[in-house]
């Protein structure tokens, strides 16, 4: 059965401080890794990761694909209040219905 | 981007009613709509794939009877709980996607429910 788990789920840390975010999958014909900012309503789009060792960085957010190990991280630097959020990993598999498959995803919140 | 909306954003309905949600590409046609359901501190759970013109598919252990979906136009899909109950409160978020482009997915702003 195709999966995406992420750790922590949970995590607290000081504003200024860097945060690595973890995601491990299992999804059947893999063609994407995906990355969400949910706040109180729907997420949105951070970035898609769909070959591996390149690195896709959005200001203070990065993130890299490793196909081999079947893992992606996401990096925020110089974290800040606004970063709170929950940060959701999702994987893409073609040909079983083209489903996007969400991990529990990493609840953050920054400390002021 | 695309923009996807919702309506209602919010509702609150007897145990025993039946409440309809729309989602609406307002700028694109979707091909594809999804729906799904998220608890407090919980992932988004798919529900249910919509094909324009053609039924849903529901995810495993999702009652088909209960949660009636139709995607009559390529801009249009609706998600109605039926005789809802408390546990059926949640928030539902629908996503659309154009023809071609799996990876990409948006999102509606979502709608709470609050069975009483």
């Known amino acids: 059965e195709d999966k995406v788990v992420q750790s922590p789920l949970s995590l607290v840390v000081h504003e200024g401080d860097t945060v690595t975010l973890n995601c491990s999958y299992e999804?059947?014909?893999?063609?994407?890794l995906l990355w969400y900012k949910q706040e109180k309503k729907a997420p949105t789009f951070l970035f898609m990761l769909?070959?591996?060792?390149i690195e896709k960085k959005s200001g203070r957010l990065s993130s890299i694909l490793d196909k081999k190990e079947l893992f992606s991280i996401l990096n925020i630097t110089a974290t800040q209040t606004g970063d709170s959020a929950i940060y959701l990993c999702?994987?893409?598999?073609?040909?079983?219905?083209?489903?996007?498959?969400f991990g529990k995803g990493t609840r953050l919140h920054i400390l002021p | 981007g695309a923009v996807v909306s919702q309506h209602p954003s919010w509702v609150i309905c007897k145990s025993g009613t039946s409440v309809k949600i729309e989602c609406r590409s307002l700028?694109?046609?979707?091909?594809?709509m999804f729906w799904y359901r998220q608890f407090p501190k919980q992932s988004l759970m798919l529900m249910a794939t919509?094909?324009?013109?053609?039924?849903?598919?529901?995810e495993q252990g999702v009652e088909k009877d209960k949660f009636l979906i139709n995607h009559a136009s390529l801009t249009l899909s609706t998600l109605t709980v039926t005789s809802a109950h408390p546990e059926d409160s949640s928030f539902y978020i629908c996503?659309?996607?154009?023809?071609?482009?799996?990876?990409?997915?948006?999102f509606g702003p979502g709608t709470r429910l609050l069975v009483l």
């Open positions: 769909t070959s591996s060792g």
């Open positions: 700028d694109f046609q979707a091909t594809t």
């Open positions: 999804v059947t014909n893999f063609r994407s």
């Open positions: 996503s659309a996607r154009f023809a071609g482009q799996i990876e990409t997915q948006y």
């Open positions: 919509s094909n324009e013109g053609s039924k849903a598919t529901y």
């Open positions: 999702a994987g893409l598999g073609l040909f079983s219905g083209d489903k996007i498959i």
